[in-house]
C-alpha cells in the first residue's frame, strides 16, 4: 500500500519544523550577558536581540560612577581582569575605520552612544546600532563570531570623535558576548 500524497507532505513539513526548531536553537537571535567591575561583581545586565539591520542593546547597570560613560562592543569575549584589555580593541567593521560616532570619516562598528549613571549609581539604556549583528547578517560586523566579543563600559563619557577610543578613559566594566 502506497502512503497518500498529503501524508508524505505532511510528514515533510514536521522534519522541516523539526529542523527549523534546531537551527534556531542552535542560531540564537537574542543573547543575555552580565557586566562585572574589576572585582568580579556582576554590576549590570543586557540583552542584545538580532533585529532585521542590526542589534537591539538593552543595560542596566548599578554601582557605579554617577555621570556618562562611553559603551562600546570590543573584539573579543574575554572580560580579565582587573583592566579588561583582553576584551581587545573596538569591534572595527572596515580595516580603515576610525573611532567616533561624529568623526567625518567615519566609524568603527563598535562605537556606541554614552551610557548615562544617575546619582544613585544605577542607568539604562536601550540602543539599537546598524552597524553590528550577532551573526554578521547583512555584511555587518559579527559579534558572536568566532571569539566572540565584548560590551565594555568605561570610566568617562565617549567625545565621538578623539582616537583610538574618543578619551573615554580606563575600562570599568565588561561583559562577554557568546554563543552559549
Given at each position: 500500500m502506497k502512503p497518500h500524497p498529503l501524508a508524505l507532505a505532511l510528514a515533510a513539513a514536521l522534519v522541516l519544523t523539526g529542523a527549523a526548531r534546531s537551527q534556531a536553537?542552535?542560531?540564537?537571535?537574542?543573547?543575555?550577558?552580565?557586566?562585572?567591575?574589576?572585582?568580579?561583581?556582576v554590576v549590570g545586565k543586557a540583552s542584545l536581540t538580532e533585529g532585521p539591520r542590526g542589534v537591539l542593546l538593552r543595560l542596566s547597570v548599578q554601582g557605579l560612577a554617577p555621570g556618562w560613560h562611553g559603551l562600546h562592543f570590543h573584539e573579543k569575549a574575554d572580560c580579565?581582569?582587573?583592566?579588561?584589555?583582553?576584551?581587545?580593541?573596538?569591534?572595527?567593521?572596515?580595516?580603515?575605520?576610525?573611532?567616533?560616532?561624529?568623526?567625518?570619516?567615519?566609524?568603527e562598528a563598535g562605537d556606541l552612544p554614552n551610557l548615562y549613571v544617575?546619582?544613585?549609581?544605577?542607568?539604562?539604556?536601550?540602543?539599537?546600532?546598524?552597524?553590528?549583528?550577532?551573526?554578521?547578517a547583512g555584511g555587518r560586523s559579527a559579534l558572536l563570531d568566532a571569539d566572540g566579543s565584548a560590551l565594555v563600559i568605561h570610566a568617562s563619557p565617549d567625545d565621538y570623535a578623539s582616537q583610538p577610543i574618543g578619551n573615554a578613559g580606563a575600562r570599568v566594566a565588561c561583559g562577554v558576548i557568546a554563543a552559549g
Open positions: 536553537a542552535a542560531d540564537p537571535q537574542s543573547v543575555e550577558i552580565q557586566l562585572k567591575a574589576a572585582d568580579g561583581k580579565a581582569a582587573p583592566d579588561f584589555k583582553s576584551a581587545g580593541g573596538h569591534v572595527h567593521g572596515m580595516a580603515d575605520a576610525v573611532h567616533g560616532l561624529l568623526n567625518p570619516v567615519g566609524n544617575a546619582a544613585d549609581g544605577t542607568g539604562q539604556v536601550e540602543l539599537f546600532s546598524t552597524f553590528v549583528s550577532l551573526k554578521g
